[in-house]
C-alpha cells in the first residue's frame, strides 16, 4: 500500500516560494524519495476593496489592494518519513502549505 502525499505551496513572493521549493526538490533527491513536480498553476491576481471608514452607509473607497498568488504542487510518491519531515517543517510566513495524503491500494485489492 502506497501512500501519496500532495503538497500545495502559495505565496505572493515568487523568489521565498521558488526557494522554498528548490529546497525540497534537493533534499527529495539527496534521500531517495520518488518526488512528481513541482507542477505550476497559473498566477491568481485578486483585487479586495478598501472602504475609508467602517460606517455601512459611507461609500467612500481607496483604491482597491490588488495582489498575485503563485502556486506550486509537489507529489511524494511512498517514503513516508521524508513526506512527514517535509510537512513538519517550519515554512516562511509568505509561505502557505496544505498538505494532503492519498492511500492507494494494489489493483484488486478489497481492504
Do not use: C
Given at each position: 500500500?502506497?501512500?501519496?502525499?500532495?503538497?500545495?505551496?502559495?505565496?505572493?513572493?515568487?523568489?521565498?516560494?521558488?526557494?522554498?521549493?528548490?529546497?525540497?526538490?534537493?533534499?527529495?533527491?539527496?534521500?531517495?524519495?520518488?518526488?512528481?513536480?513541482?507542477?505550476?498553476?497559473?498566477?491568481?491576481?485578486?483585487?479586495?476593496?478598501?472602504?475609508?471608514?467602517?460606517?455601512?452607509?459611507?461609500?467612500?473607497?481607496?483604491?482597491?489592494?490588488?495582489?498575485?498568488?503563485?502556486?506550486?504542487?509537489?507529489?511524494?510518491?511512498?517514503?513516508?518519513?521524508?513526506?512527514?519531515?517535509?510537512?513538519?517543517?517550519?515554512?516562511?510566513?509568505?509561505?502557505?502549505?496544505?498538505?494532503?495524503?492519498?492511500?492507494?491500494r494494489g489493483t484488486g485489492r478489497t481492504n
Amino acid at each position: 500500500m502506497t501512500f501519496v502525499t500532495r503538497l500545495t505551496l502559495q505565496s505572493g513572493d515568487r523568489a521565498a516560494l521558488d526557494g522554498v521549493v528548490d529546497d525540497i526538490k534537493s533534499a527529495a533527491e539527496r534521500k531517495g524519495a520518488a518526488l512528481k513536480g513541482p507542477h505550476t498553476h497559473p498566477p491568481e491576481t485578486l483585487s479586495v476593496p478598501q472602504h475609508s471608514r467602517l460606517h455601512v452607509d459611507d461609500e467612500r473607497q481607496f483604491d482597491t489592494w490588488q495582489y498575485t498568488v503563485f502556486t506550486r504542487e509537489l507529489e511524494i510518491h511512498g517514503h513516508a518519513q521524508f513526506a512527514r519531515t517535509v510537512a513538519s517543517r517550519n515554512f516562511p510566513d509568505s509561505v502557505h502549505v496544505e498538505a494532503e495524503i492519498e492511500q492507494l491500494r494494489g489493483t484488486g485489492r478489497t481492504n
